[in-house]
Protein backbone atom coordinates (compact mmCIF):
# COMPACT_ATOMS: atom_id res chain seq x y z
CA UNK A 1 0.00 0.00 0.00
CA UNK A 2 1.31 3.75 -1.33
CA UNK A 3 2.96 5.63 2.17
CA UNK A 4 1.05 8.90 3.27
CA UNK A 5 3.29 11.32 3.77
CA UNK A 6 2.24 14.22 6.32
CA UNK A 7 4.12 17.99 6.60
CA UNK A 8 2.64 19.46 9.60
CA UNK A 9 3.49 22.99 9.77
CA UNK A 10 0.95 25.15 11.29
CA UNK A 11 1.14 25.50 14.77
CA UNK A 12 -2.91 25.74 15.15
CA UNK A 13 -5.06 23.45 16.79
CA UNK A 14 -7.18 22.64 14.14
CA UNK A 15 -4.54 22.07 11.47
CA UNK A 16 -2.80 19.20 14.30
CA UNK A 17 -5.88 18.00 15.14
CA UNK A 18 -6.99 17.53 11.52
CA UNK A 19 -3.63 15.98 10.71
CA UNK A 20 -3.47 13.83 14.09
CA UNK A 21 -6.74 12.29 12.71
CA UNK A 22 -5.69 11.80 8.93
CA UNK A 23 -2.60 9.89 10.08
CA UNK A 24 -4.64 7.82 12.50
CA UNK A 25 -7.19 6.68 10.04
CA UNK A 26 -4.75 5.46 7.76
CA UNK A 27 -2.19 4.47 10.06
CA UNK A 28 -5.08 1.89 11.58
CA UNK A 29 -6.53 1.05 7.86
CA UNK A 30 -2.74 -0.55 7.35
CA UNK A 31 -1.31 2.66 5.71
CA UNK A 32 2.34 3.46 6.16
CA UNK A 33 2.24 6.76 7.58
CA UNK A 34 5.39 9.16 8.00
CA UNK A 35 4.65 12.72 9.88
CA UNK A 36 7.34 15.52 9.55
CA UNK A 37 6.64 18.41 11.93
CA UNK A 38 8.69 21.60 11.44
CA UNK A 39 8.11 25.25 11.74
CA UNK A 40 4.96 26.13 14.08
CA UNK A 41 4.02 22.56 14.30
CA UNK A 42 7.31 21.55 15.81
CA UNK A 43 7.19 23.52 19.48
CA UNK A 44 3.75 21.64 20.76
CA UNK A 45 5.84 18.73 20.65
CA UNK A 46 8.76 19.51 23.15
CA UNK A 47 7.79 17.95 26.57
CA UNK A 48 6.60 20.66 28.92
CA UNK A 49 5.66 22.84 25.88
CA UNK A 50 2.24 24.95 26.10
CA UNK A 51 -0.78 23.62 24.70
CA UNK A 52 -1.63 24.70 20.94
CA UNK A 53 -3.32 27.80 19.98
CA UNK A 54 -6.69 27.32 18.72
CA UNK A 55 -7.25 29.31 15.37
CA UNK A 56 -11.04 30.35 15.78
CA UNK A 57 -14.11 29.31 17.29
CA UNK A 58 -14.07 25.35 16.08
CA UNK A 59 -10.85 25.05 17.83
CA UNK A 60 -11.89 26.40 21.11
CA UNK A 61 -15.15 24.13 20.88
CA UNK A 62 -13.08 21.15 20.42
CA UNK A 63 -11.42 22.16 23.60
CA UNK A 64 -15.07 22.90 25.55
CA UNK A 65 -16.15 19.08 24.39
CA UNK A 66 -13.05 16.93 25.40
CA UNK A 67 -12.39 15.86 22.22
CA UNK A 68 -9.29 13.73 22.43
CA UNK A 69 -6.06 16.22 22.05
CA UNK A 70 -4.19 15.94 18.67
CA UNK A 71 -1.54 14.80 21.39
CA UNK A 72 -3.06 11.75 22.05
CA UNK A 73 -4.60 11.00 18.67
CA UNK A 74 -1.07 10.93 16.63
CA UNK A 75 -0.02 8.89 20.02
CA UNK A 76 -2.79 5.79 19.18
CA UNK A 77 -1.55 6.41 15.45
CA UNK A 78 2.15 4.82 16.43
CA UNK A 79 0.77 2.66 18.87
CA UNK A 80 -1.85 1.09 17.00
CA UNK A 81 -0.78 1.39 12.80
CA UNK A 82 2.10 1.95 11.39
CA UNK A 83 3.22 5.43 11.82
CA UNK A 84 6.27 7.14 12.51
CA UNK A 85 6.27 10.86 14.08
CA UNK A 86 9.77 12.52 13.31
CA UNK A 87 10.75 16.63 14.41
CA UNK A 88 12.21 18.35 11.30
CA UNK A 89 15.92 18.61 12.22
CA UNK A 90 16.49 21.97 11.45
CA UNK A 91 13.60 23.55 14.08
CA UNK A 92 14.89 21.26 17.00
CA UNK A 93 18.40 22.83 15.99
CA UNK A 94 16.94 26.31 15.64
CA UNK A 95 14.92 25.91 19.04
CA UNK A 96 17.64 23.99 20.67
CA UNK A 97 15.81 20.99 21.29
CA UNK A 98 17.28 17.74 21.89
CA UNK A 99 15.76 14.52 20.97
CA UNK A 100 14.89 13.50 24.81
CA UNK A 101 12.92 16.42 24.71
CA UNK A 102 10.77 15.32 22.18
CA UNK A 103 6.84 13.95 22.93
CA UNK A 104 7.37 9.87 23.76
CA UNK A 105 5.34 9.40 20.62
CA UNK A 106 7.90 11.42 18.41
CA UNK A 107 10.21 9.07 16.63
CA UNK A 108 13.18 11.80 16.84
CA UNK A 109 14.71 14.18 14.12
CA UNK A 110 14.96 13.80 10.33
CA UNK A 111 16.48 16.26 8.08
CA UNK A 112 13.99 17.48 5.01
CA UNK A 113 16.18 16.04 2.65
CA UNK A 114 15.65 12.38 3.98
CA UNK A 115 12.05 12.96 4.51
CA UNK A 116 11.81 14.08 1.00
CA UNK A 117 13.60 11.32 -0.27
CA UNK A 118 11.29 8.64 1.37
CA UNK A 119 7.86 10.62 0.09
CA UNK A 120 8.87 9.99 -3.16
CA UNK A 121 6.75 6.82 -3.69
CA UNK A 122 3.76 8.07 -1.47
CA UNK A 123 1.69 10.54 -1.54
CA UNK A 124 2.01 13.85 0.62
CA UNK A 125 -0.46 15.83 2.69
CA UNK A 126 0.43 19.58 3.61
CA UNK A 127 -1.31 20.67 7.14
Known sequence: ?????IVC?????????FAAMTASVAAV?????TVFLSMNAFPPFVRGAPAAPAEGAFG????GKNVPSFQHIFQQA??????????CSMAMDVS????????SHVAGGMGLTKFLSEAE???LVVF
Open 1 to 5: MQGLF
Open 9 to 17: LSGSREKLQ
Open 29 to 33: CGRPV
Open 60 to 63: ELME
Open 78 to 87: VELGDAKIYA
Open 96 to 103: GVREDQLA
Open 121 to 123: TGQ
